[in-house]
């Protein structure tokens, strides 16, 4: 069983940065996959990043490629995503996610966060 917390989030200009955390509870967080997943009002909820229990693999959609970095540290059982360069479509509600098998669909994941919001202003 896994727990996980977002926080970070808030109000930023277009072309601003923002550093969303995941904190975890439960030791078997250091065994799953993270995720980081968005759902914008009347959207569905779509792919970020993901990460592999070590942080040696990661995945990124398109969308966010070269401007989000995702990073984790087990020591502490928390998850980051690094956002950069952000524009008024990455407006949504971040979530992040578990799940013990390598994945970016995310009907797949086990484990989710309650999201914290993101707005970025033009």
């Known amino acids: 069983q896994v727990q996980l917390v977002e926080s970070g989030g808030g109000l930023v200009q277009s072309g601003g940065s923002l550093n969303l955390s995941c904190s975890a509870s439960g030791q078997a967080f250091i065994s799953y996959t993270m995720g980081w997943f968005r759902q914008a009002p009347g959207k569905e909820r779509e792919f970020v990043a993901a990460?592999?229990?070590?942080?040696?693999?990661?995945s990124y959609a398109d969308s966010v490629k070269g401007r989000f970095t995702i990073s984790r540290d087990n020591d502490n059982f928390s998850g980051y995503l690094q956002m950069t360069w952000l524009i008024p479509e990455d407006t949504a509600v971040y979530y992040c996610a578990a799940d013990i098998t390598y994945v970016i669909d995310a009907r797949l994941y086990a484990y989710w966060g309650r999201g914290t919001q993101v707005t970025v202003s033009a």
């Open positions: 990460t592999t229990f070590s942080g040696t693999r990661t």
